[in-house]
Structures are given as structure tokens and as C-alpha cells.
């Protein structure tokens, strides 16, 4: 089977391994890759500025796969299952984990990131983190997991119909969050610096409110509002400033969530959050229910994805045509690798 590793940053190698189809645990699944999903934490590792990562790593974590041998304990999926993959999972079992936050466990790996991904024709794993669906394809199972992102953000926010929730971040995971945070029938603004990508966005969520992110953004919300602010922000940018900046933007007695992390400290005015009594929130990956929820989601026809893929690569062609993507700016929502 091909393999692509990532040796270092900007240098990828292709090579041929064996089939691992030897010694299947009893809880294990064989399975074939069809679709790779490719996330910013693989973008950032290609350019050598990914936190947290060490080369050289087989990337690969939004993935669609085929299950092709199963062991002999396996009841959850069958052979010829079309699933997605929750890639991340707790080889030691911690405090958080006890507690069932499997999500930010203190030993948590994630494939493609702490461990060996996808970027393989085939690779085993333990079933119980196969999420199998029976009408979906591989061009929508291999969206479940940033889609998983977004769904458990807005999860951690607890919105209700009498929100106002402002989205900062129109990327992927920003595009993921206003998908879900509008399923709840609250008013969501979306805020970008890039113009492009809010059109996309009205496109893909049907959020009709947006706002470009400029010096004068606190008095554009207001004007946009008729004087009123946010009641919950979530914050897909993981810029510094950006986040920051959500203290001043929220209004009084209001949530802010941040998804996207940076390398360095968050500091906000302590009288102004303790004036306004806010609350703040991490969402970190998700949770395995979340893969559920959002393939009946995605079956019953409440979310539509289908614009989400705007490039595509042929797994043969990554080493020769992966950092191309880099210069389609906000026209980039998501690739998706094939393999045939």
C-alpha cells in the first residue's frame, strides 16, 4: 500500500508498506481510506508552525474510510461499513477522562497530530471510534469530524432561542459553528476580515447577518443590533487579537467560547469581565456522541453540506500538488483528498 509522510516541514515522502492485516486485535478494524479531509492543523504542519507536533508523521484525520476485516469481538460496524473516523482518543485513562471528558483528557493523541493518521491506503484502529452510517457517502463522512468541532463549541455555549451569537471566523470550523448555532433558532452574525469567505458562508450556513471585522467593529455591532451586543461569541480565529477583543464585544451577562488557540497568553481588563459577569469557555475537539448526533443530523437532511468541498486532490498528486492550496485563499473552504 502507498504511504505519504510528512518528513519535515515542506517535504513529504511517498512510500510503498505493507497491509496491516496481520495479528487484528479481538476490538480492532482493518479499513481502507477513501476520502482525507485536509484540516488546518495539516496546512500549519506543512509550513512548520503547527503546536504541539513532531516530525516526521503520517497526517490525516478527517477521513472516510471502508471496513475491510473486523476482529472477532467487533459488533459495532461490519465488513463493507462506510464510516468516519473520531480520531482522537485517551491511551491512558486520566482525571478528565473519569470524569467523561474524553474530549481533553490529559493524555489524549489524536491521529495525524500525536500519532500516525490517515495519509495510508489502509491502517487498523479500534472500532468503537468508527462512526458508520448506511446513506451517507464518503464525501459527506469525511466532513463528520471538523463538523464535530464546531457542533461540540456550540454545545459548550448552551445557546437558546433568545440569543444573539456572533461567530468570528469564517473558516471551516467558524462555517461549522454557524451551521449549529442556527439549528437553534437564534439570531447568528458571522465576522470575518475577508469578504469572500462571508459570501461563502451566507452560501453554505443560510445565515443572512454579517459583518466585516474592522477598528470600528463595536460600533458597527451596536448599529447592526439597535444598541444591543452579543450574548454569546464564539471565536474560531485563534488570533490573539481576535480573542481579546471578544471581551469588549460581548454584552452584559454573556459567554464567550474560544475554539481556536494560539501559542501565548489571553489577557483581558479584569474590572470590564467582572463587571459584565462574563463567562468564558474552551471547546476542545469533541465528543463521540457528537459523531452521532451529527450523522442523523446530516441523514434526516437538517444540515447540508454540500458546498463545504471547494478543491480536491488525487492521493497520488499530494507530494506534487498539496502546497497549491496555500494560494487560493478565502476560495479554500475545505479539500478533500481522493483515493481511488
Not at 480520531?87 to 473519569?98: H, L
Amino acid at each position: 500500500m502507498k504511504v505519504i509522510t510528512l518528513n519535515k516541514p515542506g517535504e513529504w515522502k511517498s512510500s510503498e508498506a505493507p497491509i496491516p492485516t496481520k495479528n487484528l486485535g479481538k476490538d480492532e478494524v482493518l479499513v481502507k481510506v477513501k476520502k482525507i479531509g485536509v484540516c488546518g492543523t495539516d496546512l500549519h504542519a506543512f509550513k512548520g508552525s503547527q503546536p504541539f507536533f513532531s516530525y516526521p508523521r503520517i497526517l490525516g484525520h478527517e477521513l472516510a474510510v471502508e471496513v475491510v476485516e473486523i476482529g472477532n469481538e467487533v459488533k459495532n460496524v461490519a465488513i463493507g461499513d462506510l464510516c468516519c473516523v473520531e480520531p482522537y482518543y485517551n491511551d491512558i485513562e486520566g482525571q478528565a477522562v473519569r470524569r467523561g471528558k474524553t474530549n481533553c483528557g490529559e493524555h489524549l493523541k489524536v491521529l495525524g497530530v500525536h500519532v500516525d493518521g490517515g495519509m495510508q491506503e489502509y491502517f487498523t484502529y479500534p472500532s468503537k471510534f468508527l462512526h458508520k452510517s448506511a446513506t451517507l457517502s464518503p464525501d459527506q463522512l469525511v466532513l463528520i469530524e471538523p463538523l464535530a468541532i464546531g457542533y461540540h463549541a456550540v454545545d459548550r455555549a448552551q445557546i437558546t432561542a433568545n440569543d444573539i451569537v456572533l461567530v468570528i471566523g469564517a473558516g471551516p470550523i467558524g462555517l461549522s459553528v454557524a451551521l449549529f448555532a442556527k439549528l437553534s433558532n437564534a439570531r447568528v452574525i458571522a465576522m470575518d476580515v475577508d469578504e469572500n469567505k462571508l459570501k461563502k458562508c451566507k452560501a453554505i450556513t443560510g445565515i443572512t447577518d454579517t459583518l466585516m471585522a474592522t477598528e470600528n467593529t463595536l460600533a458597527d455591532l451596536t448599529t447592526l443590533l439597535n444598541g444591543d451586543l452579543p450574548t454569546i461569541i464564539i471565536d474560531a480565529t485563534g488570533n490573539s487579537a481576535s480573542m481579546m477583543n471578544t471581551f469588549n464585544l460581548v454584552a452584559a451577562g454573556g459567554t464567550i467560547v474560544f475554539v481556536g488557540l494560539f501559542l501565548g497568553d489571553v489577557t483581558f481588563n479584569d474590572p470590564n469581565f467582572h463587571k459584565k459577569e462574563l463567562t468564558l469557555k474552551a471547546s476542545r475537539a469533541a465528543m463521540s456522541e457528537d459523531f452521532d448526533k451529527i450523522i442523523k443530523l446530516m441523514e434526516t437532511g437538517k444540515i447540508d453540506t454540500q458546498l463545504f468541498i471547494t478543491h480536491r486532490i488525487n492521493f497520488d498528486q499530494v507530494t506534487s500538488e498539496f502546497e497549491k492550496l496555500y494560494a487560493y485563499g478565502g476560495d479554500l473552504v475545505k479539500a478533500v483528498i481522493d483515493l481511488n
